[in-house]
Each structure stands twice: as C-alpha cells, then as structure tokens.
C-alpha cells in the first residue's frame, strides 16, 4: 500500500506529520547545500549547533519552558530515566510513586535500588482503568519527590489534573507531550521518549528545574549526571542528531496547528469522536473508565479473543494497521497521536461499523 493508503496507529514509534517527513527527504542526502546529510556532520560543527539551537528554542517556546529549567537532549529513552531520576533525586531518601501502569510500574522497581519507594497509589487492582483522585494519594512527608506517568499506553488511561504535592513533581510525558499545553513551572522534571509525538526513535528528552541539580548519588555514571549533562549542554557525548534535527522539523508543523494550544482541541475532538461510537457500541466495549481516558491511546476491545483477532486482521487489509493490542492486555488500541488526521479516525469507525454490523 501506499502512504495515502494507510493510517497507522501504532503507540510508537508512530505516525510523524508528513510535511516534516518531506522536508527530511529534500535534505536528506545534502542539508540545505553544504553537500552532507545530518546524519553525516560533526556534532561539533557551526552547521549542527545552529540546528541544535533552534530546535532547543523551538521546544522552549511550544512548552513555556521557564529560564529556571534546562532542555536536555539525551539517549537512552525513557526506561535510561527510570534509573536516572531516583539516582539525581532520590538522595537515599524515599520518592513517592504512583503506579497506574505498566511503565510506572517498572520505574518504582527500579527506583527501589537506590532509595525508599513509597507506593502513593496503585490501580494495579482494577486492571489500571482508571486513574486515582487527588484524595486518593498517600503522600509521603520527607518524599524528595513524586512521580507520575501522564498517560499509559498500554491501558489507555491519562491524568486530568496534576498532582498537588509539597515534593518536586516528576512526569514522564512520553505519549501525551505536545498535545496540550503543561505549566512546566509546576514540575521538577519532564520526560519523553520522542518516539510518539515528537520525533523518531533514538531521542529522550528531559526539561529539568535546574536547582535540583547536584544531589546525584556518588556512584551515579557521568552520564546520567544531571548536573554533567546540564554543564555540557547535552553534548557530554555525541546526542542524536537526526532525531533533534527531526523535532525541529515536527515543532515546526506543530506551530501550524496553532501550537499546543491548536493540538489540544484538535486531539480533543479526534478522541471524543472515537469514545463517542465506542459508548454506543453494541459490540466493542472501552477499556478505560470515564473521566480517566486516554485522549493519546484509545483501547477497546470485544468479548471474544477471536473476534479481536479477526477485528485487527480486517483492520490491516484496510490499511490500518497496528490497531493490535499489547501483548499484556490484549484486544485493541488506536493511537492517535499529533499526527493522526481526523481522517484516520473517520475510516477506523467506518471498519468498526461495518465489523460490528457482520457480527452482531
């Protein structure tokens, strides 16, 4: 199939915007005349620190980043973070987690080799399809901070609201950053794989409150030092510079949307579209509770393995693909991050009526 043909609604890596991708093409083989790829120039260079800085300021400028907090562009992806955040932050002290998933899930296992975990609340019982009320959180008195992942992929389940606590916030946005405007102000430290809205595979990265730097622990690696990292302008080794050079790319189609604030109607509209059919389904039912839904990640399912199975498989032949489940949870999921059209979503309902019409 061709690229018109097909929606893909993979949970990453994902669906980027299709003029960033042509503007990439057009340089790929020589960057705006100077006879090299991105992917061929030293990091060191004029040329790479002016595409450095732009896309930096270009992020500081979508997201309100404060002069307080430094951008960060590392490696590693998120799951380098989960070590990373309790080695600068935790102090041997305790950190509190909230565990509605299976990402924040495995960042509390890793943070307990390093300090205390004080589990602030866990929806492990109901299957993660909801996401704890601000009442609902037992916060730590001496916690060095609490973290919390905006949006779970896996489950479909996204935070309303932000956690008020007296410790430093820390988030992991991987699957909802860009999508709506944040008040970085509030946090200690964001996150995000840039695999889902910003940029391909290979990029992580961190917006840090930059007085929470030097409190890494003794044995903690150079280069997860935030500090390091801070002092050197991510460039302590060699950062991806395809993918930042990507994000500059994507940051500026996002502007055409109209910026975060642009993104949050238009994801807004996309998802209720979609939770709208799903509520009124005979067939399909949604995963995750009112009030705690995924506008990133929409995942449903039928009562019937089989029906699943044969759901995703029809699904592919139409050219949507990747509407599979995890492997944890099984039956569906619709990604729709930034650059999903509302088109994709028109066509994946159309199928889902016709499916449900067949087996009803």
């Keep these: 199939m061709a690229r018109e043909q097909v929606f893909n609604f993979s949970a990453g890596p994902s669906v980027l915007p299709a003029s960033a991708l042509e503007r990439a093409k057009a340089d790929l083989l020589d960057y705006r005349g100077c006879g090299m790829s991105v992917m061929e120039m030293s990091h060191r260079s004029p040329m790479f620190q002016e595409i450095f800085d732009s896309t930096k300021q270009k992020l500081k400028e979508a997201l309100s980043v404060p002069d307080s907090h430094e951008i960060l562009f590392l490696q590693g992806g998120a799951t380098l973070q989960f070590a990373a955040i309790p080695m600068n932050l935790i102090e041997g002290g305790t950190a509190d987690y909230a565990v509605t998933g299976n990402f924040s899930h495995k960042a509390a296992a890793e943070a307990e080799k390093y ?10 019982d109901t299957g993660h399809d909801r996401i704890p009320a601000q009442e609902e959180l037992r916060l730590s008195a001496d916690a060095k901070y609490f973290y919390y992942c905006a949006n779970n ?9 932000v956690p008020r606590t007296a410790a430093p916030l820390v988030c992991d ?34 917006i840090l409150d930059k007085a929470l730097c030097g409190r ?20 302590l080794n060699t950062p991806p510079c395809w993918c930042i050079y990507m994000l500059g790319l994507v940051l500026d189609w996002l502007a055409e949307q109209g910026g975060v604030k642009g993104m949050e109607q238009i994801k807004r509209a996309r998802a209720a579209k979609l939770y709208d059919f799903l509520d009124n389904s005979a067939l399909y039912r949604a995963h995750a509770l009112p009030g705690s839904r995924s ?8 009562d019937s393995k089989e029906l699943d199975a044969e759901f995703v498989k029809g699904a592919a032949a139409r050219g949507l693909v990747n509407v599979k489940g995890h492997r944890i949870t099984g039956g569906m999921r619709a990604s729709l991050y930034n650059a999903m059209p509302m088109e994709g979503v028109d066509a994946l309902i159309a199928y889902m009526k016709e499916f449900e019409r067949d087996h009803v």
């Design 153 to 161: 992929t896996i489950y479909g389940t996204e935070w309303q609201y």
């Design 295 to 302: 506008d990133m990640n929409v995942t449903f399912r039928t």
């Design 115 to 124: 300090g205390t975990v004080h589990v602030a609340a866990s929806t492990a």
């Design 173 to 206: 946005m991987s699957s909802d950053i860009l999508s709506k405007p944040v008040d970085v102000s509030r946090y200690g430290l964001i996150y995000a794989g840039a695999q889902k809205n910003m940029a391909p595979a290979g990029l992580t990265v961190v």
């Design 216 to 235: 890494e622990l003794p044995f903690t690696p150079e280069i997860m030092s935030y500090r390091t990292l801070v002092k050197h302008d991510s460039m």
